[in-house]
């Protein structure tokens, strides 16, 4: 069983909880914590599962949509932190000061070299994103297995042979709509950064992932970080489901991870 629950997704926090195995062997990670702690406390519980008895917190990258409570997050839960060393102790909640304090265990990742967590076998892909190092993860059980990516500028990385290949179930990055972002109410600078190589996805990009490698066993798609400004529901996901209908996917169940609020892709389960 392989199961991920997004509790939160976009620029004003994210949080998501994964959930692998069944019986003794079953383990929750939770992915990032950019969300108050009672807010994703009480996500958790409405998708029948505990922010304070998750076996490992994992951090994508250093940025406070991501990081603000991971940390905390930890802690609460008595359970080691995966992160890169350069995603933490970049502001005073993730400092080692802090992480100290909190009698949080630091295990170190990096690029490609997969961990196990009980049945689960994690591998961090590194992602080009203004935040270095920034990371998607491959999840993988005996029977099951799913990605995760948010936070990138450009598609390439995700269109090499083989690294979608098996997947159920993915979470992506579908961001912005160019259009809108080029004439929406960003400052200049902002819509340069979101916009470019370092930012965030367009759903052009998130298309071209998806035409070009959507693997042939996926049963579940969900789109994530969606800017609340610069796109739409409805443009996002037309542009989606073209993507899927080209690559002879149209019958994916396809979704959208709420900026607040659970979401569980139980497509994959075996
Ligand atoms: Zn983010
Ligand atoms: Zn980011």
Redesign the pocket.
Known sequence: MLRIHTLASG?SGNCALIEAGVGLDRVVLCLDSGIAQRTARGFAEAAGLSMTSVDAVLL????S??SANIVSTASRAGAPLYAHSESLSTNKRTSWAEITRRKVEVRHFDDRGFFKIGPLVVTPIKLP???EP?FGFVFETDTAKAGFF??FGRPEILMEPGLLDGMETLVLESNHDVDMLAKGPYPYALRQRVGGDLG?LSNEQTFEILASSAPKTLKRLVLA?LSLKNNTKEIALESAQRALTQRGLSEVNLQIAPARGFLASDAVQA
């Open positions: 620029s994508t990258h250093r940025h949509d991501h994103h203004d935040a920034t948010t936070d965030h970080h």
